[in-house]
């Protein structure tokens, strides 16, 4: 989210990163270029929750963590070097993507501490740095081709805290099940049924819409729909995260959770709204684990939510520009307490042999009011795969391959057609075509907890224009855990 990172709004004043940073993204390239040994580890490849284990050369992190102290103290560094060269464009905007070439470099640091304060119950919290910006500072592409920056040019690179959860455990049954440890859970094992009440600042990431395949920005794909739902507008400020309250039911073959958290104050908003009667975000999701596969575990996910909030209606808006009213619709200006949105999204994942996974969304939202937290798609499908280097004695390294189609409601295009700007969007006028994205990726562990990759990303009608693109978005990454 991140996600589990979630995503992170960074300053486009950052126009520049310190040498290290410079250094370690030249040293991500030439491991990648250079490192030709296998390796003798086995098993399923990392996540960022991965532990160490005592052979360096298979550890997916600096320093090894324990399985049985109470406290947990981890960290991440990645840095994302990111740019296009020059694409055809007929015009461009106030929110346009560049068609001229640029090239960014962002960076996220987090360091991560738990606490188990009683078996059942744990404290988490989060500090993150966040410096960089995104090619064209973020805009001009509604599937954005980085997860790690989002959309607001002031907000600086001081420390800030990203979490603080309580997360607590009722109990249903006495048998137990095996759980990875990591930053948003330090048990070992868990109640095979159980009550989960989480509570405090969080990003609604990291529990809905998860997918082994496409969750992780940090070490799977980049591209803002490959890693969650694009047509999931879910509560967040400027930064990703909210408050609120979580509870989720979990059973040996399925799931349900609920969450209710906070709405930004305006679109794209740092200040969350605390009246809950009046703005508030509700998320309920159903997870099963059906097997119609033998020894190849499946999973299905059924989200939907409602969004209340202060937002502008895109058909008010265009209303005002038909009555002559203002010289261009402008959402902002039609804006009225109450007003709803809503959304559904589908979420699979599938493993299949020989070490390769599968995953697919599906996002619908009503698209009548304003895109308000996450990104500018109304309608959403994504598919894709992933497979593991066993078959080149590299099982911690994983290949990825996966393809984005974007739209949007008929209100939403009309605005944007009449010369309307969203929080992300706005070429001035629009030839609307749905905006279709190519990713695929490498990531090779190169040592401990240092992982690099290579990605690439091909957007077709990039903001559903097709009177601009397509475009190549190249990048590089340097992931380090410790």
Same mark, same amino acid.
């Given at each position: ?18 040498? *290290?940073?410079?250094? =370690?993204?030249?040293?991500?390239? +030439?491991?990648? $270029? ?5 390796? %003798? &580890?086995? !098993? ?72 188990? *304060?009683?078996?059942? =119950?744990?404290?988490?919290?989060? +500090?993150?740095? $966040? ?5 064209? %500072? &973020?805009? !001009? ?93 879910? &509560? ?247």
């Amino acid at each position: 989210m991140v996600p589990r990172h979630a995503i992170l709004r960074l300053s486009s004043k950052e126009h520049a990163l310190q040498p *290290l940073s410079w250094l =370690l993204l030249l040293a991500a390239a +030439v491991c990648l $270029a250079t490192k030709a040994s296998g390796q %003798d &580890a086995s !098993g399923p490849a990392p996540t960022s929750e991965d532990t160490s284990s005592d052979d360096p050369g298979t550890a997916v992190t600096l320093f090894d963590h324990s399985s049985t102290t109470r406290w947990w103290v981890s960290g991440q560094m990645n840095f994302i070097g990111q740019g296009h060269g020059s694409f055809p464009a007929e015009y461009s905007g106030p929110n346009s993507l560049k068609n001229t070439p640029e090239f960014a470099v962002s960076q996220v640091l987090t360091l991560y501490t738990g606490y188990e *304060l009683t078996p059942n =119950l744990q404290v988490l919290t989060d +500090v993150e740095i $966040a410096a960089g910006h995104g090619i064209s %500072d &973020a805009l !001009g592409v509604a599937g954005f081709t980085n997860l790690d920056v989002v959309r607001n040019p002031d907000l600086g690179k001081a420390p800030y805290l990203a979490r603080a959860i309580f997360r607590y455990t009722i109990p249903l049954s006495d048998d137990k099940v095996e759980a990875q440890r990591s930053w948003l859970d330090l048990r070992t094992e868990v109640p095979a049924r159980r009550i989960e009440i989480i509570a405090g600042k969080f990003s609604l990431a990291d529990f809905f819409d998860l997918s082994d395949v496409g969750s992780d920005s940090h070490l799977q794909f980049m591209n803002w729909c490959d890693d969650q739902n694009g047509a999931w507008d879910y &509560a967040a400020n400027t930064r990703g995260y909210t408050d609120g309250a979580i509870v989720q039911y979990i059973a040996p073959r399925w799931a349900v959770r609920f969450g209710s958290t906070l709405m930004p104050k305006v679109a794209n908003g740092i200040y969350l709204d605390a009246d809950l009667a009046r703005a508030r975000g509700d998320n309920l999701e159903f997870e099963f684990h059906p097997a119609p596969f033998r020894h190849q575990a499946s999973v299905v996910r059924l989200l939907s939510y409602v969004n209340h909030a202060n937002m502008g209606s895109y058909r008010g808006a265009i209303d005002e520009f038909r009555e002559g009213l203002v010289s261009v619709p402008d959402i902002t200006a039609v804006r009225q307490q109450g007003r709803v949105k809503y959304g559904f999204g589908v979420n699979l994942e599938q493993d299949l042999p020989d070490h390769f996974q599968g995953f697919a969304r599906w996002g619908w939202s009503d698209g009548h009011n304003e895109s308000f937290a996450y990104t500018e798609v109304d309608r959403t499908g994504e598919l894709g795969i992933d497979v593991r280097g066993n078959a080149w004695k590299r099982p911690v390294d994983k290949l990825g391959i996966a393809g984005i189609m974007n739209g949007l409601s008929g209100d939403h295009r009309e605005y944007l057609a009449l010369g309307g700007l969203g929080f992300l969007l706005g070429d001035g006028t629009l030839n609307y075509g749905t905006e279709r994205i190519f990713e695929t990726y490498y990531t090779a562990h190169l040592w401990r907890g240092f992982f690099g990759s290579v990605d690439v990303q091909h957007v077709t009608d990039p903001g559903y224009n097709r009177d601009r693109g397509p475009v190549w978005v190249p990048s590089i990454r340097l992931h380090i855990d410790y």
